[in-house]
């Protein structure tokens, strides 16, 4: 979602890292194009004139003109102004021992889809979740919630009454008495924000006395979104705002703008359509990513929860024993599968983010180096020295690919466990040069909006 507001933001402040002293001329240039930056995101006007002016302001100042490397500095000010702008220190949720949280949001916005993915980041949190069908607005609202319980095995609380609030209050009694600690109302929606959908959230709200009211709202609605928050907030005061669709290619005004115009936190973001994309929001870490700084802490955070303790155990000792065979090869994939999609991945490291930021990463290649060492047999993949020539065309034949790509996987094992006998001997392994290595699957470069086509022949 952040990918055209961090190009241009890290092409703005790039010539200001290299530079050794700062000059009006350099800030101003910088400013000029930060302001662009956020105005093509779809970020408020005023949202914007105020930021650069506070950027300014800091980047002008004694702190950075007289530090060792005012250019760093600036790319820090930003960082700490787009880390504001967002909302300092992560927006947690106020739970009791029975606690009511209620969804609002315009229909389309992914409310229902969301309530199932806060029932289930909840239960991974040690919560005891139900969810509550309050929307009788949508007729398939009530079906689709309920698919949605059954798939995470979570409670749903269904009546045939026609009335919103009732159906609340059943809800949350049916709940109680199931020893639950934690009910999601998901309410109903409109296309448009009207009398009757207040009224109704009015009552809703009353009923439930609920601890926190989420507003879910569409990222892909841009500036929309921040009025339709506005709207929101004037009725029902609301605590915190779910951003959906931030894997789309909105444009991010949304994200940004929300905080500042309503004072109310980014709880959460839905990073995808599984149940289980939906993250915390953390503002430091979202301004580390958009300025190209990864996002090391929620890297670890998706390791943590892709790989059991017992695995990770295991895992770690056989490369410390420099073994690494293709079941080591299978299980490593797979937990990285958990993780999400691959290119996401590569973006939270420091560093590498910029290198592949015009790189499509297709997971379907990763799909068929799991199908070539699915094609192995067990002794061909604990030992796989035993792979002959005749061996390799029937895994090629097997996998559905060719003997060249079977043996750039082989080597590519070979190199990967050469290297972790070379750090289990306290030895730092010779890296290799840029780009892709082989057995890798195949990459194609993606052609970001207004660069010029490169001649062929020329990278």
């Given at each position: ?10 092409g703005?402040?790039?010539d200001?890292r290299r530079k050794?002293a700062l000059d ?7 400013m000029?194009?930060?302001r ?5 995101a779809?970020?408020n006007f ?5 930021f650069?002016a506070?950027?300014?302001e800091?980047a002008v100042g004694?702190e950075?003109?007289k530090s060792l490397?005012p250019?760093q500095q ?6 700490d102004?787009l880390?504001?702008?967002?909302g300092?220190?992560?927006s947690?949720l106020?739970?009791g021992?029975?606690s009511v949280i209620?969804?609002?949001?315009l229909?389309?916005s992914?409310k229902t889809?969301?309530?199932?993915k ?16 309050a929307?009788l ?8 919630l ?5 798939q995470?095995e979570?409670?749903?609380y269904?009546?045939?009454t026609?009335?919103?609030?009732a159906?609340?209050r ?5 709940a ?6 934690t009910v999601?109302?998901?309410t ?5 924000i009207?009398e ?13 006395s609920?601890e926190n009211?989420?507003?879910v ?5 841009g500036?929309e979104?921040v009025n339709?928050?506005q709207?929101?907030d ?5 605590d ?5 669709k931030l ?8 994200a940004l703008?929300?905080r500042?115009v309503?004072?109310?936190p ?12 939906l993250e ?9 990513r958009i300025?190209g ?5 929620t ?10 303790e017992d695995e990770q155990?295991e895992?770690e ?8 065979t293709?079941d080591?090869?299978?299980?490593a994939?797979?937990m ?16 590498i983010g910029?290198q592949v930021g015009?790189i ?7 799909a068929?180096?799991?199908a070539i060492v699915?094609s ?7 030992t ?10 029937r895994?090629a034949?097997?996998s559905g690919t060719s003997?060249?790509?079977v043996?750039?996987l082989?080597?590519a094992?070979?190199q990967?466990?050469?290297m972790?006998?070379q750090?289990g001997?306290g ?6 040069s ?6 890798a699957p ?8 207004g660069?010029?086509?490169k001649r062929?022949?020329r990278?």
């Amino acid at each position: 979602m952040f990918d055209a507001l961090a190009d241009r933001l890290q092409g703005a402040l790039g010539d200001l890292r290299r530079k050794g002293a700062l000059d009006d001329e350099s800030i101003s240039k910088a400013m000029r194009e930060i302001r662009l930056a956020l105005l093509e995101a779809d970020v408020n006007f005023t949202v914007v004139r105020d930021f650069v002016a506070r950027v300014r302001e800091r980047a002008v100042g004694e702190e950075v003109l007289k530090s060792l490397t005012p250019g760093q500095q600036v790319v820090k000010v930003v960082h700490d102004e787009l880390t504001e702008l967002m909302g300092a220190g992560a927006s947690g949720l106020a739970l009791g021992r029975f606690s009511v949280i209620v969804l609002a949001g315009l229909q389309g916005s992914g409310k229902t889809t969301t309530a199932a993915k806060l029932a289930l980041h909840l239960r991974n949190e040690g919560r005891k979740p139900g969810l509550v069908a309050a929307d009788l607005q949508r007729p398939a609202a009530i079906d689709q919630l309920e698919q949605l319980g059954r798939q995470i095995e979570i409670p749903v609380y269904r009546t045939d009454t026609k009335d919103p609030v009732a159906a609340t209050r059943s809800g949350l009694e049916r709940a109680r008495a199931d020893g639950l600690d934690t009910v999601i109302v998901d309410t109903a929606g409109r296309l448009q924000i009207d009398e009757d959908l207040m009224a109704e959230l009015e009552q809703v709200r009353a009923e439930a006395s609920p601890e926190n009211v989420l507003l879910v709202l569409d990222a892909m609605t841009g500036q929309e979104a921040v009025n339709v928050a506005q709207a929101f907030d004037e009725r029902i005061a609301f605590d915190g705002v779910i951003l959906t669709k931030l894997d789309g290619d909105a444009r991010g005004g949304a994200a940004l703008s929300v905080r500042a115009v309503t004072g109310k936190p980014i709880a959460f973001v839905a990073t995808g359509e599984k149940v289980e994309a939906l993250e915390v929001f953390h503002p430091d870490r979202m301004a580390s990513r958009i300025l190209g700084m990864g996002d090391v802490l929620t890297l670890i955070e998706r390791a943590e929860a892709a790989v059991a303790e017992d695995e990770q155990a295991e895992m770690e000792k056989r490369l410390r024993q420099g073994q690494f065979t293709f079941d080591d090869f299978l299980k490593a994939y797979r937990m990285l599968r958990r993780m999400g999609p691959l290119q996401g991945i590569l973006k939270l490291i420091p560093g590498i983010g910029q290198q592949v930021g015009d790189i499509d990463v297709d997971d379907r290649q990763l799909a068929r180096v799991e199908a070539i060492v699915l094609s192995m047999t067990p002794k061909e993949r604990t030992t796989p020295a035993v792979i002959d020539g005749k061996r390799r065309m029937r895994i090629a034949r097997g996998s559905g690919t060719s003997v060249e790509q079977v043996n750039q996987l082989l080597e590519a094992r070979k190199q990967m466990e050469k290297m972790m006998k070379q750090m289990g001997r306290g030895k730092m392994p010779a890296l290799p040069s840029p780009g892709v290595p082989q057995g890798a699957p195949p990459m194609s470069r993606r052609q970001p909006a207004g660069r010029k086509k490169k001649r062929a022949g020329r990278r």
